[in-house]
C-alpha cells in the first residue's frame, strides 16, 4: 500500500510540475508555502540545476494586454500608488541581485559555479519581467532597461539606498576577496537569507494577492507566481550554503548576525514605514510574516537567536525588495 | 582656497577658473591617515552629477561611491544614523525666519 500523501506534498508536486499558464490557477500563498517547506530538505547544488532546466520560464510568453486595461481603467489611484511602489522594490531588488551575483560565484565550488549561473539567469528573466510589466502595463516610457529603472526608481518605498545598496558594497568587498569564508557569509546572509528568504517571501503576497482577489493583472500574477517558485531553489541553495559554512566554522556565526544587526538598523528608519491596507493586506500582518520568515531562516540555518537581535526583529517594518 | 582647522590642512575651494564647475564648492580634509575610518571616493563625472541631483541612493547601489576606508557595514549604519538623524530634526515643530532686510 502506497503512503497517503499530505495535501501540502500534493500542492507542492503540482506546483513543482506548473507550466506558465497553470500558474494563473495556483495561489500565491501556496508557492510561499512551497519555497518553505523546500527547506527540510536541502539537494545539492546539481539537483537544483536540474530542477531550474525543468521549471525554466519563457518571460516573452506573458502578453501584457489585458494588464494595461486593468492598470488604466479598473485600479483605483490609491491602488496604483500602492501597487506600483511595492513593484519597483521588486523591480529593483531584482536587477541588484542580477547585477551582484557574478562576485559570489568567483570563489564558489564547480557545481555550485553551475548552480549560481542557473540563478543568474533567473535574475536576469526576472528583471525583464518587472521590466515589461513597467513599460507595457504601467506605461513608463520605453527606452533601455536602464531607462524604465530610472523612471521606477522614485516610486519604491524604501528610504535611502536600502539593503539594496548594502549589497552593492557587501559585493565589493567580496569581489577583492572572494575566498574569503566571512566575506561570502556575510554575502549569503544579506542575499540569500534576508533579501531573498525574507524580505521578497514576506511581500511577494502583497501585489499577487490583490491580483487574485480582485481578477485584475493575470499576466502579471503568472509572472510573478513563477517568480517566487523560482526563489524556492535560490533559498534551497543558500540556506544550505550558510549551513555548510557554518558547520565547518562555527565561529561565523557571528557574521551573519553582525549583517543582521546592519540591516535591521537600517530597516528601522522611519521613511521604510509603508503600508499596504488599499491592496487589502493587514500591514500588521505582513509585518508578522517578515519576523516568523527571518526567525525561521536562522533556525533553518541552525544558529540561536541573541537576544539583542530578537528585541530588534520584534520592531522590524516589512522589507519591500526581491531577489 | 582659504582656511586650516586643527588638522592642518582642510581647505574650502572655489573652482571658477574658467567657468567651470563655477557652482560648486568643496571642502578638502586631509586628516591624518591614521584617524579616518570611514571614507568613500568618487571620480569627477559622478561627483557632478550628485550634485546637479543625481540620486546619491542610486549612486551607491550602482557602484558610483566606492569605499576607500573602512567597512560596507560601517558605512551603511553610518548613512542610517544620519538619515534618521535628519528626520528626527524635521519632525521638530520649528520654522526659520528669514532675517529681514532693514
Not at chain 1, 64 to 89: C, H, K, N, P, Y
Not at chain 1, 154 to 172: K, Q
Amino acid at each position: 500500500m502506497q503512503p497517503q500523501q499530505s495535501a501540502v506534498d500534493v500542492g507542492d508536486e503540482q506546483i513543482s510540475h506548473s507550466d506558465l499558464e497553470g500558474f494563473s490557477k495556483i495561489h500565491i500563498d501556496e508557492v510561499i508555502e512551497y519555497v518553505n517547506s523546500g527547506l527540510r530538505s536541502i539537494p545539492p547544488p546539481l539537483d537544483l540545476y536540474r530542477r531550474y532546466l525543468r521549471q525554466r520560464w519563457d518571460v516573452y510568453e506573458l502578453d501584457f494586454t489585458q494588464d494595461r486595461i486593468d492598470w488604466a481603467e479598473r485600479m483605483t489611484d490609491d491602488e496604483l500608488d500602492v501597487f506600483q511602489r511595492v513593484a519597483s522594490g521588486f523591480h529593483h531588488g531584482e536587477r541588484n541581485v542580477e547585477a551582484e551575483l557574478p562576485t559570489f560565484m568567483m570563489g564558489a565550488d564547480e557545481e555550485d559555479k553551475v548552480f549560481i549561473s542557473s540563478h543568474l539567469e533567473d535574475e536576469a528573466r526576472h528583471t525583464v519581467f518587472f521590466d515589461r510589466f513597467f513599460t507595457e502595463a504601467v506605461g513608463l516610457d520605453e527606452g533601455s532597461l536602464m531607462d524604465v529603472l530610472d523612471s521606477s526608481y522614485e516610486l519604491r518605498s524604501n528610504a535611502g539606498p536600502g539593503v539594496t545598496g548594502l549589497l552593492s558594497y557587501v559585493s565589493d568587498e567580496l569581489a577583492k576577496d572572494p575566498y574569503n569564508p566571512r566575506n561570502r557569509v556575510r554575502y549569503a546572509t544579506i542575499y540569500h537569507l534576508f533579501i531573498e528568504g525574507v524580505g521578497a517571501l514576506s511581500t511577494m503576497k502583497i501585489t499577487p494577492g490583490y491580483c487574485r482577489r480582485r481578477g485584475f493583472l493575470p499576466a502579471y500574477y503568472k509572472g510573478f507566481t513563477a517568480t517566487c517558485r523560482d526563489e524556492a531553489r535560490h533559498v534551497q541553495y543558500g540556506m544550505g550554503f550558510l549551513q555548510d559554512s557554518i558547520r565547518k566554522a562555527p565561529a561565523l556565526a557571528e557574521d551573519v548576525y553582525e549583517m543582521l544587526r546592519t540591516i535591521l538598523d537600517m530597516n528601522s528608519a522611519n521613511g521604510n514605514q509603508a503600508s499596504f491596507e488599499v491592496l487589502g493586506l493587514n500591514t500588521e500582518e505582513v509585518r508578522r510574516f517578515n519576523i516568523v520568515q527571518l526567525t525561521r531562516k536562522l533556525a533553518d540555518v541552525g544558529i540561536p537567536l541573541p537576544s539583542d537581535l530578537q528585541e530588534v526583529i520584534n520592531r522590524m517594518y516589512p522589507e519591500v525588495t526581491g531577489g | 582656497m582659504t582656511g586650516t582647522d586643527g588638522h592642518g590642512a582642510a581647505e574650502t575651494v572655489d573652482f571658477l577658473s574658467e567657468g567651470w564647475l563655477a557652482a560648486v564648492q568643496v571642502r578638502l580634509a586631509a586628516w591624518p591617515e591614521s584617524e579616518v575610518t570611514l571614507a568613500l571616493i568618487c571620480d569627477y563625472a559622478d561627483w557632478l552629477g550628485i550634485v546637479d541631483g543625481y540620486d546619491i541612493g542610486k549612486a551607491m547601489t550602482y557602484h558610483r561611491l566606492p569605499i576607500s576606508v573602512g567597512t560596507a557595514l560601517d558605512l551603511l549604519k553610518v548613512v542610517y544614523f544620519v538619515y534618521e538623524l535628519l528626520g528626527v530634526m524635521a519632525g521638530v515643530p520649528a520654522a526659520y525666519r528669514s532675517p529681514v532686510a532693514a
